[in-house]
């Protein structure tokens, strides 16, 4: 079959999202709820999937089919909750084109348009939550308790939205939001605790990633590894790959990243005869005198120091 390569919708409205997908113009023009819950959205019109202008918060319940996100794929046989941003892509898995998986989709979601936020502590504060930048296969996962909670969070804006629009409405909606996002950013830190094995198995492939980078030289060709890279490698999203370290060891996987590297430095240094430069430009560094400030701001002692302990 020949593959498609149109270019995705872009939503430049939320009116325009929902006429698409089959739904009434929002009674709000920078928010919406679209309950696909009991009529599942109709995603035919965008079979190439289409480009975010807006935030999207959508729960999907126990369905089944491959949606695809960027170059990942995600199988929502359990549900869960999807964040994304503006300017992100989302589209259906090829073989939903093929007729192999249906294009209607069970969701319920919340389009919501920055200018929203204006004025709002929450339009600053939304960048905190790093969910909004996980891949779709980082989707949260609900136990039947959280899932009441969430959804009668997304019910109450949703009935604030279709029934009192008033001088008030945009604080009520505000604050169901703000919480909506505080219990998704604790249920995932619950998501990475109780998935252990599966958090456990990328912490090593983490670290094994890390270490097969130092111990192949590649900092001489492609300078110090960078949180984007290695999450490249292990086929997460670098948000996502953070907060699990955060949440297993206490550190992120920048902080990972230093603490190789200078485990790595005091090895040169306590075993070698090569200078301070000479290890700075094998670790990665472009410029020695940046690895001797990150070697002291660690250490408390200048490479040489260091050094002069094993003289």
Not at 93 to 116: S, V
Not at 137 to 150: G, M, T
Not at 164 to 183: G, H, K, P, T, W
């Amino acid at each position: 079959m020949k593959k498609n390569t149109h270019a995705p919708l872009k939503f430049a409205s939320l009116t325009e999202a929902a006429k698409t997908l089959g739904f009434p113009p929002p009674q709000h023009p920078l928010i919406t709820v679209m309950n696909g819950i009991d009529r599942p959205l109709d995603f035919t019109s965008v079979p190439d999937g289409h480009v975010l202008s807006f935030y999207k918060i959508a729960f999907r319940p126990n369905i089944g089919g491959l949606v695809r996100y960027g170059q990942t794929h995600f199988d929502y046989n359990e549900g869960g909750l999807f964040f994304a941003a503006p300017g992100q892509i989302v589209a259906p898995d090829e073989r939903a084109n093929a007729g192999e998986a249906p294009c209607t989709r069970q969701e319920i979601a919340i389009l919501m348009h920055p200018d929203f936020l204006l004025h709002y502590p929450l339009a600053a504060k939304i960048k905190k939550y790093r969910f909004f930048s996980y891949a779709v296969n980082e989707a949260l996962h609900l136990s039947e308790k959280e899932k009441d909670i969430i959804l009668n969070l997304f019910r109450n804006i949703e009935e604030e939205l279709n029934s009192r629009i008033d001088e008030l409405s945009q604080d009520v909606v505000m604050a169901q939001l703000e919480l909506l996002l505080n219990y998704a950013q604790r249920f995932y830190k619950r998501q990475f605790i109780t998935r252990k094995t599966i958090s456990n198995s990328l912490l090593q492939q983490f670290e094994e990633t890390l270490d097969s980078y130092f111990n192949d030289e590649q900092p001489l060709f492609q300078g110090i590894p960078t949180v984007q890279n290695l999450a490249d490698r292990l086929a997460i999203s670098p948000g996502y790959l953070s907060d699990m370290l955060r949440t297993l060891t206490g550190q992120n996987a920048q902080q990972h990243i230093h603490e190789k590297l200078i485990e790595k430095a005091k090895e040169r240094l306590s075993t070698t005869n090569l200078s301070v430069s000479e290890i700075a430009y094998e670790l990665g560094f472009e410029h020695p005198q940046s690895f001797s400030k990150l070697f002291k701001t660690k250490t408390r002692q200048s490479p040489l120091e260091f050094r002069a302990g094993f003289a």
